[in-house]
């Protein structure tokens, strides 16, 4: 399985940014995905998730202001990122859970940029 990561990208504070992740290759069932990021000098953490059925969790510093959405059909998970700050600047990073063949593998897209500075 691969993962299509885009849309980082540079932005003033208070600006918005979406990004996209599309997911190809020998897809079972997806199930859990989400978005990480990783601030330079920091642990990556998990930004926002989102199950099957479109439930969703998100890390409480950008909860209110990202929104995680899904297409199953499209195999895709999109993160809206509104009213931006500059500790949101990091290396964000798709990932999702494949089930297939009874067994479960999860899979990294590689990293888009975001940053945030005016």
């Known amino acids: 399985v691969q993962l299509q990561a885009s849309g980082g990208g540079l932005v003033q504070p208070g600006g918005s940014l979406t990004l996209s992740c599309v997911a190809s290759?020998?897809?079972?069932?997806?199930?859990?995905m989400a978005w990480y990021r990783q601030a330079p000098g920091r642990q990556r953490e998990l930004v926002a998730l989102?199950?099957?059925?479109?439930?969703?969790g998100y890390l409480a510093s950008v909860r209110g202001r990202f929104t995680i959405s899904r297409d199953n059909a499209k195999n895709a998970i999109t993160l809206q990122m509104d009213s931006l700050k500059s500790e949101d600047t990091a290396v964000y990073s798709c990932?999702?859970?494949?089930?297939?063949?009874?067994?479960?593998?999860?899979?990294w897209g590689q990293g888009t940029l975001v940053t945030v500075s005016s």
């Open positions: 989102i199950e099957p059925d479109g439930s969703a």
């Open positions: 990932n999702a859970h494949n089930h297939i063949d009874g067994s479960t593998f999860g899979y």
């Open positions: 290759g020998n897809i079972g069932r997806l199930d859990r």
